[in-house]
């Protein structure tokens, strides 16, 4: 039988390196939102955040209210110039007047967190940022700030640590390279 590990071409990040990194991402929170007074909203997107924003948000000292989107995009393909956003979840939340803090897994065409950002400004929060585990700069279509990112990544397709390939390998605590024989 063939094992998970046989799967995967590199470790990029190790869970050592992943929890420092989610840890001074925390702290940096805590600093940029002081005033406790004003609501700040983390919003995960569905299903590949979800390991990321369990962490993040147990390393952020203040107050914090959280909420998840599911969203499905298709366009994606080199012949589309501009790709659709759908969303499959909304918020259970209001986020008039909030601080919400968009926490995704990882930015690649950036098509996504552009439409997600827009939406949240539409909708009245007090403002959008971006916190992105990782950051695919090189894929990169739509132009989107990245206020919080965790690492950068190559080109390459990316698993574990709450992203899939196909459903499979969020459960590993590190974050790797997938062998291109899995997926092509
Ligand atoms: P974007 O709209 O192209 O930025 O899409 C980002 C979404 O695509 C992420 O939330 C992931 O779900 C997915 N994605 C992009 N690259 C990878 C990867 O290397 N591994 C796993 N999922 C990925
Ligand atoms: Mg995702």
Not at 15 to 27: C, D, F, L, N, Y
Not at 33 to 40: F, G, K, M, N, V
Not at 136 to 143: G, H, L, S, T
Request: proline share 2%; charged share 30%; aromatic share 8%.
């Amino acid at each position: 039988m063939k094992t998970i590990t046989e799967d995967i071409k590199t470790v990029l990040f190790d869970e050592q390196t992943v929890r420092r990194r989610v840890a001074e991402m925390g702290a940096e929170i805590t600093r940029d939102y002081p005033d406790h007074s004003e609501d700040l909203i983390l919003i995960g997107i569905l299903k590949g955040a979800v390991v990321f924003m369990a962490d993040l948000i147990r390393e952020i000292e203040r107050p914090v209210y959280i909420d998840f989107m599911s969203v499905s995009s298709y366009g994606k393909g080199k012949a589309e110039s501009r790709g659709v956003v759908r969303i499959l979840k909304d918020l259970d939340e209001d986020i008039l007047n909030k601080h919400v803090l968009l926490v995704e897994d990882i930015v690649d065409s950036g098509l996504t967190l552009s439409y997600l950002s827009d939406i949240m400004v539409r909708r009245g929060a007090k403002s959008v940022k971006i916190a992105s585990l990782l950051n695919k700069a090189e894929r990169r279509v739509n132009i989107v700030k990245i206020d919080y990112c965790g690492f950068p990544v190559p080109n390459e397709f990316i698993v574990g640590y709450g992203l899939d390939y196909s459903e499979t390998y969020r459960h590993l605590t590190y974050i790797g390279a997938l062998k291109e024989s899995v997926y092509k």
